[in-house]
C-alpha cells in the first residue's frame, strides 16, 4: 500500500511543479505591460500627490498637513523620501506590489488546485484595471496587494492559529489603511469570514476573544488614530458625478476588456456579472468551503455598505480594485475545474478565458500607446512656439490644468518659465495659449476658441490618451500673437 501511494503522489507532486514553472512565467509576463506602463507621463492625481509632498517641511505632514482624498499616505511617504525623481521611480512601489499580486493570487488558488493557480495568475495578470494601476503612483495596487496578504497570513492563523501570521495579518491592514481607505472592505470581510471559525474552533470564550484581539486591535488602534490625526479633517476631492450604467461600463471594459458603453450593453453587463458572482458563491457554499462569505462581502456587501453609508458624490472604478481581484480568485476554481472536466465544459473555460485576455490585452495595448496623457509634449510645444522668456497659459479648469503645468514646467529649460492665468484674471489681450482639457480620450476640439474678452484662438495642437484616467488637451494659440509682448 505504501508502494501504491508514493506512486500516485509522483504525478501529483509533477503536476504542481509545472504548474509552479508555468505560474513564474505568467508572472514574468504580467511584469512586462506593467513596467512599461511605469514610463508613460504622470496624471492629475499623481502630479498632484507629488506636488502636495514637495510642500512639506517633514514627513509628518502627511498625516497632520494634507487632509485631502488624493493623499494616499504610503504614496505620499514615498513621494517626499524621493523629492524630483523620474516618473517610473515614483511609480517603484506601486509596480512591485502589482507583481506581488500577481504571485499572491496564483498561491491562494493554487494553494488548493494547481490549475486554478495557473488561471488565477492569468486573469490577474491580463486584468487591464490592475495593470494600470501598477503603473501608477497611487495607492490602489498597494492596497490590493496588502488585501491578499492579510488573506493569506488570515488563512495560515485559521490553520495554526500562532501569533506569527495574526501580526502579519494586522500589519497588511493597517498598511491597507495608508495606502488606500478602500482597505475597508477587506477589513470587513476578513472580519465576516474569520470570526465564526474562530469562537467556534476555539475551545472557549477566552480562547476566541484572544485570537480576534491578536487579529483586530492593532488595526482598529491605527484607523482611530488616523481618523483623528488626518481624516476627520478630509477634504473629499471633486469628479464627474457617479452614474451607475457609466460605472457599470467602465467596470466593463477595464476590469473585463469588453467593448462597452454606458446603456443596453452596461445593463447586460451588470446582469451576467451579478449571475457569475452569485454561481461561483453557490459552488462554494455547495462544497461547504466557507471562502464564499469572505468573497461576498469583499466583492458587494462591504463596498455596497460603506458607500452607501458615505453617499460620496465621485464613485469611480477604481475604488472596486480589491473586489475585481477576488472576483478572478473566487472564478479561478471554476474555470479550473471546466478546463480539467474536457467536453463542452473545457470548450467554454477555455473560451472565456481567452476572451478575457484579448479583449484586456487590447486595453492595455491601446493604453501602452497613448499612456495617460501628453503633457510634457504640450509644454515643450507651446515653449518652442512662444518668444521671450515667459510662457503666458490659461486653461478650461483652472485647478488640474495648472496643476499639470506646474509639475510639467520641470521640462523647461532654465531660461523658461511658465505662468498661469486663472480665468478671471486673465491679461485683456489674452494669453499666449489657452488649454481646453477634455475627460474624453478622443477629445472634441473645435478649430477656434474665443474667450471672454473676444479674444480668438486657433486650434495649435492636440494630444490624447488612453485607459482609465488622463485628459485630452487642446491646445489654442493667440491668434492677435504673443500676449506677452502686448
Known amino acids: 500500500m505504501e508502494v501504491v501511494a508514493v506512486t500516485e503522489a509522483r504525478p501529483a507532486a509533477r503536476t504542481r511543479r509545472h504548474a509552479l514553472l508555468v505560474c513564474a512565467l505568467l508572472v514574468v509576463v504580467a511584469a512586462v505591460p506593467r513596467v512599461l506602463g511605469c514610463f508613460t507621463e504622470l496624471w492629475l492625481d499623481e502630479a498632484w500627490s507629488w506636488v502636495s509632498a ?16 488624493n493623499n494616499h499616505h504610503l504614496v505620499s511617504l514615498w513621494m517626499y523620501a524621493l523629492g524630483n525623481a523620474p516618473e517610473w521611480a515614483l511609480r517603484l512601489p506601486s509596480l512591485l506590489a502589482g507583481v506581488a499580486s500577481v504571485l499572491l493570487a496564483a498561491w491562494l488558488a493554487g494553494r488548493r488546485d494547481a490549475l486554478a493557480g495557473v488561471v488565477a495568475a492569468t486573469l490577474v495578470g491580463a486584468c487591464h484595471l490592475l495593470v494600470y494601476f501598477s503603473s501608477e503612483a497611487r495607492g490602489y495596487a498597494l492596497v490590493t496587494f496588502f488585501a491578499l496578504a492579510g488573506w493569506a497570513a488570515l488563512e495560515r492563523e485559521l490553520a495554526t492559529r500562532r501569533a506569527a501570521p495574526a501580526l502579519v495579518f494586522a500589519a497588511s491592514v493597517v498598511l491597507g489603511f495608508l495606502s488606500q481607505l478602500v482597505a475597508l472592505f477587506f477589513w470587513a470581510a476578513a472580519f465576516a469570514w474569520s470570526t465564526p471559525r474562530i469562537v467556534r474552533e476555539s475551545g472557549g470564550a477566552g480562547a476566541a476573544a484572544l485570537r480576534l484581539v491578536r487579529l483586530h486591535l492593532v488595526p482598529l488602534l491605527a ?8 481624516l476627520r479633517k478630509l477634504d473629499v476631492g471633486m469628479g464627474p458625478p457617479f452614474e451607475p450604467l457609466r460605472l457599470l461600463a467602465s467596470l466593463g471594459v477595464f476590469g473585463f476588456g469588453l467593448p462597452l458603453r454606458p446603456g443596453a450593453g452596461a445593463i447586460a453587463f451588470g446582469v451576467a456579472l451579478g449571475v457569475a458572482l452569485l454561481w461561483a458563491l453557490l459552488r462554494l457554499h455547495r462544497l461547504r468551503d466557507d471562502r464564499w462569505i469572505l468573497h461576498l462581502v469583499a466583492i458587494v456587501l462591504a463596498p455596497a455598505a460603506v458607500l452607501g453609508a458615505l453617499r460620496p458624490d465621485v464613485i469611480e472604478v477604481r475604488y472596486f480594485v480589491i473586489g475585481t481581484t477576488f472576483a478572478l480568485i473566487l472564478w479561478s476554481e471554476p474555470l479550473a475545474a471546466g478546463l480539467r472536466a474536457g467536453g463542452v465544459r473545457r470548450w467554454v473555460a477555455a473560451a472565456a478565458l481567452l476572451a478575457f485576455v484579448a479583449g484586456n490585452t487590447v486595453q492595455t495595448a491601446r493604453f501602452l500607446a497613448e499612456g495617460r496623457g501628453h503633457y510634457a509634449a504640450a509644454v515643450r510645444f507651446m515653449a518652442t512656439e512662444t518668444d521671450g522668456p515667459r510662457i503666458k497659459v490659461g ?3 483652472d485647478f488640474r490644468v495648472s496643476m499639470m503645468l506646474r509639475y510639467y514646467q520641470r521640462v523647461l529649460p532654465a531660461d523658461r518659465s511658465l505662468v498661469y492665468f486663472k480665468q478671471r484674471q486673465r491679461p485683456e489681450k489674452g494669453t499666449d495659449w489657452i488649454v481646453l482639457q477634455d475627460e474624453e480620450p478622443a477629445g472634441t476640439a473645435a478649430a477656434t476658441y474665443e474667450d471672454r474678452n473676444g479674444n480668438a484662438y486657433d486650434l495649435a495642437a492636440e494630444y490624447g490618451f488612453a485607459g482609465i484616467a488622463g485628459y485630452h488637451w487642446a491646445v489654442y494659440r493667440n491668434r492677435g500673437g504673443a500676449a506677452a509682448d502686448r
Do not use: P, R
Open 54 to 69: 514637495d510642500t512639506l517641511d517633514s514627513a509628518l505632514g502627511v498625516f497632520t498637513q494634507l487632509h485631502q482624498s
Open 223 to 230: 484607523f482611530a488614530a488616523l481618523y483623528f490625526v488626518d
Open 395 to 397: 486653461g478650461s479648469h
